[in-house]
């Protein structure tokens, strides 16, 4: 079966410090892969989307970017964080056909202060 | 921009009520998606909704795809605790890319 891990689950972060969130996922060759970021209490901004190694689809112009250096990893960094990167972010990966359904990791709770 | 909008955006109810919460959009997908996260979590899919028209029954929770695919509906029957959550619709619009767009959710408070 497949699964998806994503970590760490809690991060705190000062300003202009760098940041790299890891998600992996098992089970299942060559998977759409996605991050997302949702504000407390509200529904999933895309950040990014990636249908193969290295190819990377940026959704909103931000101080954020995304590796995906191999076909099951995909990671999400930042130079130096701000303020406004606080957020709960989400990894997820689909089979990248219409209509397939979003498996979702369990998150990483980002605090910038 | 295509935009999912939701409503209302929060509802609290008592145990056993019923409740329907809508998502609308002014674009045409070609599919629905309904999802429900926990605090903490990441959503999970309740249902995906396909053909215009379309009604899904998942226990009692029932979804209807609008006729002309700009529109979804979620009603919720004798509304248990357990169904405490936020609800969440999104749709493709990458013309079958899977990629998805998210509605910002109904935050779903039910009381005993």
């Known amino acids: 079966s497949q699964t998806i891990h994503q970590w760490p689950a809690t991060l705190v972060q000062p300003v202009g410090s760098p940041l790299s969130l890891e998600c992996t996922v098992e089970?299942?060759?060559?998977?759409?892969l996605y991050w997302y970021r949702q504000a407390a209490g509200r529904g999933l901004q895309l950040l990014f989307y990636s249908v193969g190694i290295g190819q990377i689809s940026s959704e909103v112009p931000q101080n954020l970017s995304a590796s995906r250096p191999q076909d099951r990893q995909f990671i999400l960094s930042s130079k130096k964080l701000l303020l406004s990167d606080s957020g709960f972010y989400l990894c997820?990966?689909?089979?990248?056909?219409?209509?397939?359904?979003?498996?979702f990791g369990s998150g990483t709770q980002l605090s910038v202060l | 921009t295509q935009l999912l909008e939701q409503s209302p955006q929060f509802l609290s109810i008592q145990e056993g009520e019923n409740l329907t919460v809508y998502c609308n959009s002014s674009?045409?997908?070609?599919?629905l998606q309904w999802y429900r996260q926990e605090p903490g979590e990441g959503p999970v899919l309740l249902v995906t909704v396909v053909t215009g028209g379309e009604v899904k029954k998942l226990k009692r929770l029932t979804f209807q795809f609008g006729d002309a695919r700009k529109d979804s509906s979620l009603h919720i029957t004798a509304a248990q605790p357990g169904d405490t959550g936020l609800y969440l619709c999104?749709?493709?619009?990458?013309?079958?890319?899977?990629?998805?767009?998210f509605g910002a959710g109904t935050r779903l408070a039910v009381h005993p």
């Open positions: 089970g299942t060759s060559n998977p759409n």
């Open positions: 999104a749709g493709d619009i990458s013309g079958g890319y899977n990629k998805l767009i």
């Open positions: 997820a990966w689909s089979l990248g056909a219409e209509n397939e359904k979003l498996f």
């Open positions: 674009s045409v997908f070609s599919s």
